[in-house]
């Protein structure tokens, strides 16, 4: 039996705990936080070739423009997909994103004595990725036609033509490491000094001519393996320059931090025995310096998008908004940042709305910004660029905060029961539950739901009928009645 040697049990457990990357917690995993035997079950019923999987396709913005597609599987499938890829984790390559990888990564440029280096991205990586000649490198590394063939067959059931794997999980960044690694050694065999980070290469070149042709070898061997070279992120760099991006980077944090330290250095007079008085500084505490530099990095970056154009930055502006991210997290415990700075963040940079959510969420224990959350979650879908990623994210906070009586809950409220009706089921499923914990599911809305709801989120629209309380008997009973998993998930729903 293909089951028998893989720990179902455990890899449930992984797929339920840990959320997809860049993705909060969704409601349908957490409706299975009682459901790890039967998740386990259906797993093992999926292994079957035949078995059918559900997916759901849905967009994320990238740091630039454009978006990448995520295909998100049913939980059976996905608990299916770790227990197989942890099944051979001995055969494959090292972590490429491992702890400390990214640091070797930067060394690798920094300590560099070439004069060049060639920055290669593969364009798309993940959609990519041929099926087969995946298989053929898992059954070079682990000689287990079985394992190598069951892999394939569960990523021939999740697309649509042989190609690509699920975005945003573990599983598939262990898999693409795999083949990549085949492009790492193409490149090696030319006597080229690489290191790779995920998908992205780093290779030292001595001459301008050298490194130029190091991007046509890439070039063809990526061809050979049905990839292709991102135009815009490939390019050749002198790494003189780039230690002087990373030098002015350090100094203008240090300019900050410094800056700081002396506004908050107590000076105190201190009398001695003598009658005679002198001059005593005490250094503030670390953190709070940190504190106060990031202030000021979130209110000098605020002045500057205010002042310029809404389509253009200048340099200071891009080195200040790059600290951004760090400024949220460090000033997580500390006055709140304006809901003004945070939809301009999120304007300048849709990939941020991440970000601000998990701000939010980090201070919902500690402060007392109920209105606040509300009004900024309001302000963030006025403003636009709310594509079913970011609506996720919108639904998902929304779900954490409290009723209040104001103009903009009402609103977040209703554009939720309008979700209800989206045609991504992962973002109807979020809205659905952001509907029942206010009260506002109804039969008609459910019944909507249910019609279009395959296996990855029916059982997160029967936690919500279980958290509204209220919906018809008789369409609750033909939701559980023979359906463990949604009866599991509905009275989880009763009690959360």
């Known amino acids: 039996m293909l089951t028998k040697d893989l720990n179902i049990t455990e890899a449930v457990t992984k797929a339920l705990s840990t959320p997809l990357d860049r993705l909060p917690s969704l409601i349908t995993d957490r409706s299975l936080a009682r459901s790890h035997k039967t998740v386990a079950g259906l797993a093992q019923l999926t292994a079957n070739p035949q078995s059918t999987i559900s997916i759901e396709t849905i967009t994320m913005p990238k740091k630039k423009f454009g978006h990448r597609p995520i295909v998100i599987p049913d939980i059976a499938a996905r608990s299916l997909f770790v227990a197989l890829v942890d099944s051979i984790e001995q055969h494959l390559e090292p972590d490429s994103r491992a702890s400390g990888k990214w640091e070797a990564y930067e060394d690798f440029t920094k300590q560099s004595p070439s004069e060049y280096i060639v920055e290669i991205d593969i364009a798309a990586c993940y959609e990519f990725i041929d099926h087969d000649m995946l298989h053929r490198e898992l059954l070079m590394r682990t000689m287990n036609a ?13 697309s649509f033509n042989s190609r690509g794997l699920p975005q945003l999980s573990a599983p598939s960044d262990r898999l693409a490491d795999l083949y990549l690694s085949v492009l790492e050694r193409r490149l090696m065999r030319n006597k080229l000094e690489v290191l790779r980070y995920a998908d992205d290469f780093r290779v030292r070149a001595d001459t301008w001519d050298a490194a130029y042709e190091v991007i046509e070898y890439a070039a063809e061997h990526a ?34 931090l410094d800056h700081a330290k002396a506004k908050l250095t107590l000076v105190q007079l201190v009398g001695s025995d003598y009658d005679d008085v002198e001059l005593v500084e005490i250094p503030p505490a670390e953190e709070e310096a940190l504190i106060a530099s990031m202030h000021r990095i979130v209110d000098d970056w605020h002045g500057l998008t205010r002042r310029g154009k809404p389509d253009t930055e200048d340099n200071a502006e891009v080195a200040l908004r790059k600290m951004i991210p760090y400024a949220l997290t460090a000033l997580q415990k500390d006055r709140r940042i304006a809901s003004q700075v945070l939809t301009d963040l999120i304007y300048r940079e849709p990939l941020r709305l991440e970000r601000v959510c998990k701000y939010v969420l980090s201070r919902l224990d500690g402060f007392d910004e109920t209105d606040e959350n509300w009004s900024l979650l309001w302000h963030v879908i006025q403003a636009g ?53 206010f009260g506002t599911l109804t039969d008609d809305m459910t019944m909507s739901l249910l019609k279009e709801a395959t296996t990855v989120t029916e059982h997160g629209v029967a936690a919500a009928m279980g958290c509204q309380g209220t919906i018809n008997a008789s369409i609750v009973r033909s939701v559980i009645d023979g359906r463990r998993l949604n009866k599991e998930a509905y009275e989880w729903g009763q009690s959360n």
């Open 146 to 158: 079985k394992r190598a063939e069951a892999i394939r067959s569960f990523l021939e059931r999740c």
């Open 223 to 256: 061809r050979e393996l049905g990839l292709i070279l991102s135009s815009d992120k490939t390019g050749i760099f002198r790494v003189d320059n780039y230690r002087n991006r990373l030098k002015a980077e350090r100094e203008l944090q240090q300019k900050y």
């Open 385 to 437: 660029k709310v594509g079913p990623w970011a609506r996720v994210w919108l639904l998902h906070v929304a779900g954490q905060l409290p009723a209040v009586s104001s103009s903009e809950f009402s609103r977040v409220l209703n554009w939720a029961r309008d979700q209800c009706a989206d045609r991504h089921e992962i973002v109807r499923a979020e809205a659905a539950w952001v509907s029942a914990k």
